[in-house]
């Protein structure tokens, strides 16, 4: 009986896809040359089979529909495959609904946007007194701050990680308001620099719930999806929810073949929006005519948020603002486990192209870029790309080395394989562009070295400056520290405590190396760069030191969380590892 039932369902879904992608074909046969739709097939061609995930993509110009097709399969396991009708979890794509639901709320005055936050969530901690370090932090954040990546709030992900989060563990916004809640300190002052992170948007989410007195996921029902008839639309706020059409998502498995790759997630704001690509049509509409919201809400959606020395963000209300090839673009993609996903409109000439997919291999972004190409190649003015210059191979090799930001905290190495000066660890090939400029691979990113002025002291190095889609640069100095040595090593061996996760770490020596570990079998692999810095797949990981020279700390940053402190504990200190585990258990990870 189940055997037949399955049969029945497979069937009835190959039937339903059969006629849903017909009716798209001939709907956007109407509107577009043939060879145009070819050329759409064509760029998703590489997804297109039956033994691995894919995607589906929504085209509409001026409103209309011009073509809605899938690509591969939604659910490995039983054989169904992608079509317009498949749901998708589309991450960081949400960022947008609960930025509009914040200015739906803010219209109606229950709200200002330069409120402080902590009048609607006490629970982020008064950052006015100093850090462990000492310095003080005086300015309040805003939810304006919030929405523009401005807050200077450490990643919530990671603060969960480096608490013994795995990342298949479940998280929920109880989970997250625990993490911030526990911090001393931010990446920066408010306003002083824009650094992407996902917590600000976990507490938009909580403050359209507190002031609305619905969940996000019932105002955004109401007032978003279905006054624009998002019918298959909704937050997520379950991870055990059952969704009709939803895809699994993937992963690539070691040695081959896929693996389920789905995040156990129970929080939203951030993430966890679920919807159609036909449905973010519709949605991606709005943003033109402004149906919903008024036209004031979505001109104030594509509008960049501002540092505090005037410099605009180019971030909207969840929303990135650059441009693409010289015509004007508003943007979000999204990441979570396997799920990929891009959404992009061009409102000035009113085409709008979403692709969702469910294979972390697949760079939906870039797709979507060559399908925008198809469309709009005769109106774009500007090269995708900086040009590649001649640059003399002698040149580009004595660039390699480790660079450390005096800012951030950060390490990058660079180094010299293959003919190309590249990241370690990461295979694109650095182009010369002019200048002493590189843009790493196929990114449109300036990485540029500037020697020593004229005039500096005999030991000043060379700084790299890098800029990426963000307008704060990144200022980088060359390391000269040097190695230590494998018996200086035992000197960093130890065991650290930060009351920011509520985690003891251990450094101990395994292999000659530095290894650092936490509760729930997390041990990774510390490499020297330098001095007392060294680099992990957490980050940078720096040693501090008393007065007298004696190691008496360790603080972790990367990207998106600076200088997360823990302090070195007496040989007679008792850690509190075990309770930790403990209540990490209780805590629900």
């Known amino acids: 009986m189940r055997a037949n039932r399955s049969v029945l369902l ?47 993509v929504g085209i509409s110009s001026d409103g209309k529909l011009d073509y809605a097709r899938g690509y591969g399969m939604s659910n490995l396991e039983y054989d169904i495959p992608i079509t317009p009708d498949s749901v998708f979890h589309t991450a960081s794509i949400s960022k947008q609904f609960t930025a509009f639901s914040i200015g739906l709320l803010a219209q109606e005055g229950k709200l200002s ?76 002052e408010p306003g002083a620099e824009v650094i992407y992170g996902n917590a600000a948007y976990t507490l938009l989410g909580l403050i359209v719930r507190r002031v609305s007195g619905k969940s996000l996921r019932a105002f955004a029902d109401e007032r978003i999806f279905k006054p624009l008839g ?30 389920i790759s789905v995040p156990n997630i129970d929080h939203y704001g951030s993430t966890s929006l679920l919807t159609t690509v036909g449905d973010l049509l519709k949605w991606e509409q709005n943003l033109i005519d402004g149906r919903i919201g008024g036209k004031a809400l979505v001109a104030a959606m594509q509008t960049s948020g501002k540092l505090n020395d005037g410099t605009e963000t180019r971030y909207g209300g969840g929303l990135h603002l650059t441009g693409y090839r010289g015509l004007r673009r508003v943007r979000h993609d999204g990441a979570d486990g396997g799920y990929r996903s891009e959404a992009a409109l061009f409102p000035d000439q009113r085409l709008a192209i979403v692709a969702l997919c469910n294979g972390g291999t697949i760079a939906p972004t870039d797709l979507v870029n060559k399908v925008a190409e198809l469309y709009l190649s005769d109106r774009m003015t500007a090269p995708a790309l900086a ?26 190495r660079l180094e010299w394989k293959d003919g190309a000066l590249r990241q370690v660890g990461t295979p694109a090939a650095f182009v010369p562009v002019g200048g002493g400029t590189f843009r790493p691979g196929e990114l449109p990113h300036e990485w540029r070295f500037v020697p020593p002025a004229a005039g500096a002291p005999a030991d ?57 570990a936490w509760p729930r079998a997390y041990d990774i692999a510390l490499d020297a760069v330098g001095g007392d810095r060294f680099l992990g797949s957490r980050g940078t990981v720096t040693f501090t030191r008393k007065a007298s020279g004696e190691v008496d700390g360790l603080t972790i940053s990367n990207r998106r969380l600076r200088r997360l402190h823990a302090e070195r504990l007496a040989v007679t200190d008792k850690p509190a590892t075990p309770a930790i585990t403990i209540m990490g258990e209780m805590r629900g990870r």
């Open 460 to 516: 000043a190095q060379r700084e790299l400056r890098i800029k990426d889609a963000w307008p704060t640069e990144r200022v980088f100095t060359r390391m000269t520290a040097p190695m230590p040595t494998v018996s200086a090593l035992a000197s960093f061996a130890g065991q650290y405590r930060s009351d920011e996760t509520d985690t003891t770490y251990a450094v101990r020596i395994a292999d000659g190396k530095l290894m650092l």
């Open 387 to 412: 040009p590649a210059v001649e640059m003399p191979v002698a040149e580009q090799s004595t660039l390699a080395g480790n660079y450390w930001s005096p800012q951030t905290d950060e390490v990058v």
């Open 113 to 188: 946007l330069d409120d402080d936050i902590r009048k609607y969530v006490p629970e982020i901690p008064d950052y006015s007194g100093p850090d462990y370090s000492g310095s003080d932090q005086n300015k309040a954040i805003t939810i304006a701050n919030l929405i523009h990546h401005t807050n200077g709030l450490r990643e919530q992900g990671q603060l969960l990680n480096l608490s013994g989060w795995r990342g298949d563990d479940i998280y929920t916004e109880d989970d997250i308001l625990w993490a911030l809640g526990r911090q001393r300190s931010t990446n920066f």
């Open 10 to 56: 497979l069937a009835a879904i190959a039937a339903t896809w059969a006629a849903q992608s017909d009716g798209a074909r001939a709907q956007a046969a109407n509107a577009l040359p043939a060879d145009r739709l070819k050329q759409v097939d064509a760029i998703f061609a590489p997804w297109a089979g039956r033994t691995a995930p894919g995607c589906a």
């Open 230 to 259: 998002m019918a298959d639309t909704h937050f997520r706020d379950d991870h055990t929810e059952v969704v009709p059409r939803r895809a699994s998502a993937y992963t690539p498995r070691t040695g081959g073949g896929w693996q």
